[in-house]
């Protein structure tokens, strides 16, 4: 079973920065394609950045030029570098894998962006 825990979420104030890590566990992580989405209070989850098994990467156009999205196969974690960050990127950000038709999610991390 595949275990996923999403980590580096706060409050940061307009323009700055965070990096999100995503510690993946329970089967081979360079088998799995990866996705960050998120979720804002009153709106559908939305993908923001995906990665996949072979390293094809896709951004939302909202996130384009601002955040960038990675692997690191040996240490099975996924991250995601946010800079100029706004307040509409404030949502709780999950992490998500999938291989075939398998994909787990984790539990979720706070990003509040305000002055």
């Known amino acids: 079973q595949v275990q996923l825990v999403e980590s580096g979420g706060g409050l940061v104030q307009p323009g700055g920065s965070l990096r999100l890590s995503c510690a993946f566990s329970?089967?081979?992580?360079?088998?799995?394609?990866m996705r960050w989405y998120r979720q804002a209070p009153g709106k559908e989850r939305e993908l923001v950045a995906g990665?996949?098994?072979?390293?094809?990467?896709n951004y939302a156009d909202s996130v384009k030029g601002r955040f960038t999205i990675s692997r690191d196969n040996a240490k099975s974690a996924l991250y995601l570098q946010m800079n100029s960050l706004k307040p509409e990127d404030t949502a709780v950000y999950y992490c998500?894998?999938?291989?075939?038709?398998?994909?787990?999610w984790g539990q979720g991390t706070q990003v509040t962006v305000s002055p």
């Open positions: 998500n894998a999938y291989r075939a038709n398998w994909a787990y």
């Open positions: 329970g089967r081979i992580f360079s088998m799995y394609s």
């Open positions: 990665i996949t098994s072979g390293g094809s990467i």
